[in-house]
């Protein structure tokens, strides 16, 4: 026969490399819904409806246009719940000729695809995935010889090679690369109302899989009532062009602000889209500049926008798969505590976690500074496990696939990775959340005070966290003001800071429920 051409979940895009040249008279394409993939951590329901819904779409779509789909349903009694397994039974059945599949996003997939030749009896050509700007050897290329491999270069090296706001003679368009520091404003005070993005209500199709994951996956983390992400292509392309008219113009001025059930301000909410290829990564891009191009949204939007997907986005699946598989096993700062309870439930009387938790429970959804400067820097100064940290991160989020959550929970978050991916911890005090948010009002804690009765624990953990660090850190000189600022604090109220951290860590100790409900 013809050729065996197996799609996975997040591979859902008709010019993906592995479809290029489908002969429709005689190929199949092998989608499977399997149980290793479901469970190999207790995913959100939210994001397993995302992939099982949209994988349906995506298949009936091929099949509208005459392609023969081989489709395997999670309860079909056949299904022998590994993709390996579910090739080497369509090979079985089909006997083609060669399996022509596109590499995986992660690891583990890679590993399984290398035993697919044997599975099939027949040969495997594995494709680069050109969905992404930058391929797997040009960050290799890239890397070749640094001492350091920081985004900003890298960044820069993708704005000249695809010319992204980027002036005739070679210039970035505005005179500087980076225009961050104006992205950095707090929230306006008294606003609540945000542009919401699009709703997309399930149709016969996502119920169906929403039933089968209530049955099936019903006691993991999460809630899946309102689920209304998009399935299709064509939804994606509604959300982003809602994006980019109604929240792209005010995105950088509060990319770092956030406020009390406000889930998503001006953020595009296209990560899940993005990473199961509803979306294309550089046509996003490309669109955002011709909104620039058009008047339509200021420079400083649209440049933190594409540096978002240019930059981080390329950056971080070019890292991961430069340093796995050794890059998960570091734990640069010895952090062994296992996680605390309110991970799981959202109750906390640190009124910052219960919103960024309550709402990651609801929605499976966080914008990058609750990931990052609420829950990551408390899983940080608290020296919660990096290994159980990750996998909290795969579990929650929508659009955790392993090569963009790990270097951003292990490298940017955890400071796990010893300072490949951040040039200095993302450590901050109480101080920085109330600049930024909402959410110190109305708190249980006093995020001014830094040691006796109602001191924030973010005060109380941060100036513990640089004194247990001192000599990995003293001497970084973006960290001297602070180790000067620490220096200063008088000796009494450095041993009370301490005494007080101790007895928080250990009430967090007493409340541990490291493993995720719904675990196998
Ligand atoms: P926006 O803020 O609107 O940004 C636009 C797009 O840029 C996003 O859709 C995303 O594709 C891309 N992007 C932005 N920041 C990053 C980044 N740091 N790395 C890679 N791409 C980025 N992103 C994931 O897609 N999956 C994850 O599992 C994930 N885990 C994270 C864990 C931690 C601890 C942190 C700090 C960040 C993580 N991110 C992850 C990055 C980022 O937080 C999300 O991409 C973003 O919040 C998605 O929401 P959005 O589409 O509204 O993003
Ligand atoms: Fe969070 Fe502290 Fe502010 Fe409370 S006071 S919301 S715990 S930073």
Redesign the pocket.
């Known amino acids: 026969g013809g050729v065996l051409r197996p799609v996975l979940g997040d591979q859902l895009t008709r010019g993906l490399a592995s479809l290029r040249d489908l002969d429709a008279a005689r190929d199949t394409v092998l989608m499977a819904e399997v149980m290793a993939e479901c469970t190999y951590v207790p995913h959100h329901p939210r994001k397993i409806v995302l992939v099982l819904a949209a994988m349906r779409q995506f298949a009936a779509a091929l099949a509208a246009e005459g392609v023969r789909v081989r489709y395997v349903t999670l309860d079909d009694p056949d299904n022998t719940g590994t993709l390996t397994g579910e090739v080497s039974r369509a090979a079985a059945a089909l006997a083609p000729a060669r399996v022509v599949a596109t590499e995986p996003g992660e690891w583990r997939v890679q590993e399984a695809m290398q035993g697919w030749g044997e599975a099939a009896g027949c040969p495997v050509d594995i494709r680069a995935d050109t969905r992404f700007i930058a391929a797997r050897d040009d960050f290799a290329r890239w890397a070749h010889g640094r001492k350091t491999l920081r985004m900003e270069l890298f960044y820069r090296q993708m704005r000249r090679r695809t010319g992204l706001l980027m002036t005739a003679d070679g210039a970035p368009e505005g005179g500087r690369w980076n225009l961050d520091a104006e992205n950095r404003k707090p929230p306006p005070p008294g606003a609540r109302a945000f542009p919401l993005p699009p709703s997309f209500p399930p149709d016969e199709t996502t119920r169906a899989v929403m039933d089968l994951v209530a049955a099936r996956f019903g006691t993991h983390f999460g809630d899946m009532a309102g689920f209304d992400l998009p399935v299709t292509a064509a939804q994606a392309e509604t959300a982003l062009e809602r994006?980019i008219a109604a929240r792209l113009p005010r995105?950088g001025d509060l990319?770092d602000a956030m406020v009390d059930d406000a889930p998503?301000l001006f953020?595009?909410?296209?990560?899940?889209a993005?990473?199961i290829g509803l979306l294309d990564?550089l046509d996003v891009c490309r669109r955002a500049e011709a909104a620039w191009h058009a008047g339509a949204a200021p420079l400083n939007a649209v440049e933190g926008?594409i540096r978002?997907?240019l930059g981080?986005?390329e950056?971080?699946r070019g890292l991961y798969w430069h340093k796995m598989p050794g890059y998960r096993d570091t734990n640069a700062l010895d952090a062994r505590r296992p996680l605390p309870a309110f991970f799981w439930t959202g109750e906390t009387p640190m009124r910052c976690l219960a919103q960024a938790i309550g709402q990651t429970r609801r929605l499976a959804?966080?914008?990058?500074i609750q990931?990052?400067m609420v829950?990551?820097n408390f899983a940080l100064l608290a020296g919660l496990d990096p290994t159980a940290v990750n996998a909290w991160?795969?579990v929650v989020?929508a659009?955790?696939?392993e090569w963009?959550?790990l270097?951003?929970?292990h490298g940017?978050?955890l400071f796990a990775d010893g300072g490949v991916v951040a040039s200095k911890p993302y450590a901050a005090s109480a101080k920085y959340i109330q600049r930024m948010s909402t959410y110190c009002d109305g708190c249980r804690y006093d995020p001014g005070r830094r040691s006796g009765p109602g001191a924030c624990p973010y005060n109380v953990l941060y100036w513990t966290f640089l004194e247990r660090h001192r000599d990995r850190f003293a001497r970084n000189p973006r960290m001297a003001m602070i180790y000067r600022t620490l220096d200063r604090l008088d000796p009494a109220e450095r041993v009370a800071m301490a005494e007080q951290a101790a007895a928080f860590l250990d009430g967090l100790d007493r409340d541990a429920w490291p493993a995720a409900p719904g675990g196998q």
């Open positions: 994006f995105f990319q998503y953020h595009a909410v296209l990560s899940p993005l990473n990564p926008f978002q997907i981080w986005r950056y971080v959804y966080a914008h990058h990931r990052l829950i990551g991160y795969m989020y659009d955790a696939f963009v959550e270097p951003n929970t940017m978050a």
